[in-house]
């Protein structure tokens, strides 16, 4: 209870009040927007009724430099809405000692070359990502972004989802890391028939012994050969997967963890329904429970690192 107690004092010190200035913005512009629909309102009224081209022509040089200068205003407050919130999330985070030098980048995201190369998933013929962030957990590098991939349908002439989340790499920089590690959530099986498959050539098997029984209930786990799977997969990382998971099952959240060690490069994949500390012009956006789920995520992921560290 204490890291909440932590993030909830660091919240009421420092992201409130940041939100409460957000919000004053909001509907600052939501009343601006109400009052230029009541005015165009009413100069369209006027048009219509004198029907001079000459007073048509003069009033829409002031309409299209007030609707210009409204648009504008919106774009501003959504670009620096997420920026300002995820900023001051991630100094809270770069406290711990396990975490540091955490950077933000909105509009970047990890290459889709690491994505596939995690083998989680093997199609992303539409794939767009942003809010990249990098750092450290202890000795280890680490991306992470949020991704909306999409495939061609092999059935049907559209598109459908391979993956929305949050999508993590790490490495480990060990050169004796050799062979890879696929864990997929078994309720997604037959969505993963590919990866599972593309695994399978590539010398994979799935891994039953050595597993603790509740981890291979709700997780089909395969490997290598060459993977010295106690020491890989050890019953505290399980622990931990099967911990991090009940927390979701408790708030009722559709998430899944997804996980990959391809020889000394650690790829967590947590699906998410919707993005992440998305403002909205229409509705209040000063709520605690928003950035509390963004915090959860995001540090319960580089929790998984960091138990994933212990191998470095």
């Not at 002031?62 to 999330?89: A, C, N």
Request: hydrophobic share 45%; aromatic share 12%.
């Amino acid at each position: 209870m204490q890291p909440f107690h932590d993030f909830r004092v660091f919240y009421n010190q420092n992201i409130f009040p940041e939100l409460v200035n957000l919000e004053r913005r909001r509907r600052r512009l939501i009343r601006l927007l109400s009052i230029s629909v009541l005015l165009l309102t009413g100069i369209g009224a006027i048009q219509i009724y004198l029907n001079i081209f000459l007073v048509t022509l003069m009033l829409f040089i002031p309409v299209g430099l007030w609707t210009s200068y409204l648009v504008h205003q919106i774009q501003v407050y959504y670009q620096e809405f997420k920026p300002r919130i995820v900023g001051l999330v991630l100094d809270f985070i770069d406290n711990d000692v396990n975490y540091r030098e955490l950077r933000y980048q909105e509009k970047g995201k990890i290459p889709k070359e690491k994505f596939l190369a995690s083998k989680i998933f093997t199609r992303a013929d539409v794939y767009h990502g942003e809010d990249l962030i990098t750092g450290w957990v202890r000795e280890l590098p680490f991306e992470m972004c949020e991704l909306n991939v999409l495939q061609v349908s092999s059935v049907r002439d559209q598109l459908e989802p391979v993956f929305r989340g949050i999508f993590v790499c790490g490495d480990f920089y060990r050169a004796d890391m050799l062979g890879s590690v696929l864990i997929l959530p078994d309720a997604y099986r037959k969505y993963l028939s590919h990866s599972e498959r593309a695994f399978h050539r590539a010398g994979g098997r799935r891994v039953k012994k050595q597993l603790l029984d509740e981890f291979e209930a709700v997780f089909d786990t395969y490997a290598t050969p060459q993977v010295r799977v106690a020491e890989v997969i050890s019953t505290d990382l399980q622990r931990a997967i099967l911990r991090f998971r009940e927390r979701f099952l408790q708030t009722n959240q559709q998430k899944d963890i997804y996980l990959s060690i391809i020889e000394d490069n650690v790829y967590v994949a947590l699906s998410h329904p919707k993005n992440l500390l998305e403002p909205s012009l229409f509705r209040n956006t000063v709520s605690f429970e928003v950035v509390q789920e963004f915090y959860d995520d995001i540090h319960l992921l580089l929790e998984i690192l960091s138990e994933l560290d212990v191998l470095n």
